[in-house]
């Protein structure tokens, strides 16, 4: 069964950091470019951050750029998400997701998705 299982959220003051990571189980993702979406109540699910395969090709959504960095572990099946300098309109639940035919900025591209992990920033 093919599984993404999201963790390292939790509640951080604001300016603080967080490293969030994702577990990938269940088949070879380490031809599968990666990504990370978030929502926050009342609003529409939201692009962060993508990785490819490889690691050669990352994008980031206009909001975390300069502040998250996304990685990928040496075995690909694993990806990261260090943020830093959070903002309390960071706030969100943080989603990882796999999609075989590449990076991308939609979410509707990808194929698998995890639960969801928490992320609470204090003013």
């Known amino acids: 069964q093919v599984q993404l299982v999201e963790s390292g959220g939790g509640l951080v003051q604001a300016g603080g950091s967080l490293r969030l990571s994702c577990a990938a189980s269940?088949?070879?993702?380490?031809?599968?470019?990666m990504g990370w979406f978030c929502q926050a109540p009342g609003k529409e699910r939201e692009f962060v951050a993508t990785?490819?395969?490889?690691?050669?090709?990352?994008y980031y959504g206009d909001s975390v750029k300069g502040r998250f960095t996304i990685s990928r572990g040496n075995a690909k099946n694993t990806v990261y998400l260090q943020m830093n300098s959070l903002k309390p309109e960071d706030t969100a639940v943080y989603y990882c997701?796999?999609?075989?035919?590449?990076?991308?900025?939609?979410?509707?591209?990808?194929?698998?998705w995890g639960q969801g992990t928490q992320v609470t920033v204090s003013s």
């Open positions: 990785i490819s395969w490889s690691g050669g090709i990352i």
């Open positions: 997701a796999a999609d075989r035919n590449g990076v991308g900025r939609v979410g509707d591209q990808y194929e698998y």
């Open positions: 269940g088949r070879t993702f380490s031809t599968y470019a």
